[in-house]
């Protein structure tokens, strides 16, 4: 049984979703939210919001109107997170020699999709610090070379690696890149590309968003927000989900929703407001002890996190999944270790209503 289905297929997950729970009547699609604020704060408080929002398909007016509250849904992939580089374009070239900026998770699967077609992938990184599936990926693919950023304390490491992956290591940091191609290393050696593809990530912005400065982002720390949710001046009546990153997502996300229906409901209160921003000082505090910079404020697990909540079983296939990816990148997806597991997920009423026959392996 497949562990990882396509997006496809979770497409019609969610739409699955939304009719069991009736969710659809509650939505409405195609509807852009331009301008998010609040009501004349002096005479209502925070707890009046008004927003104006647009049908994309039908050219009318924008639509105004007030609510008791918002929550801020709008996930953080639209805004590229892009390194600063003299010369920075974008081409669409046919796949040849391609650089890709950055190994973290968009970096690797990118560059093993481009190993079989391009005739020269070089993956640029931050750190030597490889995990052992990439590190065979390198080894066995002679058109992936792989270039991290060395410092002085990594000469060692960078050594031993150039080694054992045939001196297809160097140092990549890019000075610049020229109109007809050319990347130029900080090193100063050059290589001409076709393509670069920066895998850098994204950053947060809410251009609809006017809290008159009480949420504010800064090199992407989006604050001050009490638990990653909450900003304690707006509390409860302006919540956000989904703002974390470099986690297990989804139940994370589905905690949030949760929190914030029970805030909303009044089933459950919040701290007062010195205790929240005493919380979020500390959080801010303990980040700085450890040398964490601001723009990864919410990167907050490190995919290591998993709901305590969460079904035993659940967790553990998800981390039977993160260790067969960091062990063999090429085949994780497809052959996994995790059988028994499975059984015992089959059996929870949660995964299926079907007898565990009706899923033999
Ligand atoms: C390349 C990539 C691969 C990933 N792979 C995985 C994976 O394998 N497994 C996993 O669990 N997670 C994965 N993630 C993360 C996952 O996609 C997110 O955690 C998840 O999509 C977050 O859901 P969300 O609803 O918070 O945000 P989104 O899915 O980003 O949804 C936000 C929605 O809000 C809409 N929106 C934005 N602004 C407005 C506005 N002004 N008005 C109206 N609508 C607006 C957007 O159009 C979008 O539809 C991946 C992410 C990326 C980028």
Redesign the pocket.
Known sequence: MRR?PGHRELLLYLKDYCEWFGLKEMIRFN????YVGMLDFAKFGKDKWIIR?KDRKLNEKAREEVFDAVVV??????KPRLPNIKGIYFDDMVIQVVVVVENS??GT?ISMELVDVGKEVHLSAKTLDISEGLSKVISKHHNLHFHPQVNSHSHFLFAFHKILHNHRIGTIQIDSLDEDGRVLFIDGSRITANSIIYCTG?SYTF??LDTKGIVVVDDDRVGPLYEHTFPPSLAPSLSF??IPRKL???PF?ESQTKWIAQVLSGKRTLPSWDNMMQSIEEFYHSRDLADIPKHNTHDIANFEWIPPHLEDWRKDLCLAALRNAEADLETYRDSCDDHELLQVAHQSLHFTQLEPEAFAL
Not at 31 to 34: A, I
Not at 73 to 78: E, L
């Open positions: 990882f509807t852009r939210v331009e929002s849904a709008t996930g953080h992939y639209s998770l968009s699967d994204y251009p609809f989900v989904g297990i997502g989804f996300f």
